[in-house]
């Protein structure tokens, strides 16, 4: 739920700039190409305020084990 939420702020502000739906979607299926994919864990190795990014060729994947 608040990896949802911080997604649907984001995607709220960069809909009119893009002009994209920018859809929100949950759950722990494999994301589709093109995808910004929020995670949250338990993993303790950024401590409660780091995050690890992951950018390639086709999507873009932060990690954290707190939401912003």
């Excluded at 589709?32 to 995050?51: K, N, Q, S």
């Excluded at 690890?52 to 707190?66: G, I, N, Q």
């Amino acid at each position: 739920p608040e990896a949802a939420r911080v997604a649907e702020a984001m995607a709220a502000r960069f809909r009119p700039a893009t002009g994209l739906p920018l859809p929100v979607t949950a759950g722990d299926a494999a994301a589709p190409a093109g995808a910004i994919v929020l995670r949250l864990t338990d993993d303790a190795v950024h401590g409660d305020e780091g995050y690890a990014l992951t950018v390639s060729a086709d999507s873009l994947r932060l990690v954290a084990r707190r939401p912003a």
